[in-house]
């Protein structure tokens, strides 16, 4: 990694993600470059579907997105050193990172776009492989990752911690006309569009936000499982970064319908205290320094 590129990717992970920038402290250089030029590529990706402001601008953004990553991968067209497609064909070509995964996020982005219906819980698991469950997968490589049974633990983590922006994000993915929660739940609770603003109903859509972090507490726990195929440093990281996702699940729960009002964080202290949980359960899987 040159270090523009480094500076640049430092520079995204510590604006778009403190909890993912406070996990990768732990991993070796390799694995933490790695990681950056990662996390940049899938956060230009994101933020450039996000600042579409019609349906065209978000299908001609999702295109130029589709038409430079596959020059990125299967071309040899010079480019730009400071672009994130620049950083994408690094990792891809360094860490033999199959090349149709990092298409299948974008398959992701198409979803939110073409507006995928979550009409139940098998919709929105599907939805959430592709955002989130895929970059479990392209993490592997990176994280130096031998064992293929470990790749069914990182897609169950990333689920994990996509459902758990989703329980956070509920008000502002609807004023974004995106909603998450399978809509069979919400009509359980008689829910509908023109209601979902209401402050009368957030009591009965607080608790679809609850069964949402009780399904994401379920991946947390399988996902988990696969740490012990990770090296030490990498394994330690990957325990604090769930730590720290679920820790905001488990406060988004405490606030309950207050968390409709602003975006759940956590303070420097809770963090502190999902750090030690985590090192803790790391601690009892007995996984030795190499």
């Known amino acids: 990694m ?9 520079a995204a992970i510590k604006n778009g993600s403190k909890s993912f920038r406070i996990a990768s402290l732990v991993l070796d250089k390799k694995s933490r470059n790695g990681a950056y030029l990662l996390y940049r590529w899938c956060r230009y990706c994101d933020d450039i579907i996000d600042k579409a402001q019609s349906q065209n601008e978000a299908e ?24 994130p497609f620049y950083g994408l064909r690094q990792i891809a070509n360094d860490y033999n990172i199959p090349h149709e995964n990092f298409l ?42 031998k064992d293929e ?57 607080f608790k679809n936000v609850l069964k949402l972090l009780e399904w994401s507490d379920q991946y947390y726990i399988e996902g988990r499982k696969g740490i012990k ?36 964080y956590l303070t420097g202290f809770e963090k502190i205290i999902c750090i030690i949980k985590a090192s803790f359960f790391y601690l009892k899987l007995g996984i030795k320094y190499e």
Not at 116 to 142: E, T
Request: positive net charge.
């Open 2 to 10: 040159n270090d523009l590129q480094f500076k640049l990717s430092e």
């Open 60 to 83: 001609s953004a999702l295109e130029f997105l589709y038409q430079n990553t596959k020059i990125a991968l299967f071309e040899n067209t010079k480019l730009e050193s400071t672009s």
């Open 104 to 145: 299948k996020l974008l398959a992701g982005f198409k979803m939110d776009i073409s507006k995928y219906p979550v009409r139940s819980k098998q919709d929105l698991d599907i939805y959430c492989f592709h955002v989130a469950g895929i970059v479990g997968l392209l993490m592997c490589p990176i994280l130096d990752v």
């Open 149 to 205: 049974s470990a790749l069914k633990y990182a897609d169950s983590l990333g689920r994990a911690m996509q459902l758990t922006n989703i329980s956070r994000d509920v008000i502002e993915d609807f004023n974004m006309q995106r909603i998450y929660i399978p809509q069979d739940w919400l009509d359980e609770y008689s829910i509908t569009k023109v209601s979902f603003l209401n402050s009368d109903i957030h009591d009965k859509l």
């Open 229 to 264: 195929y990770l090296p030490f440093r990498a394994g330690l990281s990957i325990c604090i970064a769930s730590f720290l996702y679920q820790g905001i699940g488990n406060k988004i729960r405490k606030i309950g319908i207050e968390s409709f009002k602003k975006r759940t």
